[in-house]
């Protein structure tokens, strides 16, 4: 398992599109703090959600943290529109 993965991922993704190109990205998120659960899941917080977005033009996010539930982390994923 390669921990930088994620990163890997959406640089490809960048690199792969046309220019003006658009992508939906979801994944889970968490207020306050990044998280890793176990090795099945991160939480995207403060810390990592700019560094997923490296290169990307967000267009569209209805990110709102008061739908986080604290028992089930990973069952907050919020979708975003962005664009190459």
């Known amino acids: 398992m390669n921990p930088?993965?994620?990163l890997i991922a959406m640089a490809r993704a960048w690199c792969v599109?046309?220019?003006g190109g658009k992508a939906l990205i979801g994944f889970p998120m968490g207020p306050g703090k990044d998280q890793i659960l176990f090795n099945g899941n991160k939480n995207y917080g403060p810390v990592m959600l700019p560094h997923i977005f490296a290169n990307w033009k967000q267009i569209h996010s209805e990110l709102d943290y008061k739908k986080f539930y604290p028992p089930c982390p990973w069952c907050y994923q919020e979708l975003f529109l962005v664009e190459k």
């Open 4 to 6: 930088w993965g994620d």
């Open 17 to 19: 599109l046309k220019p």
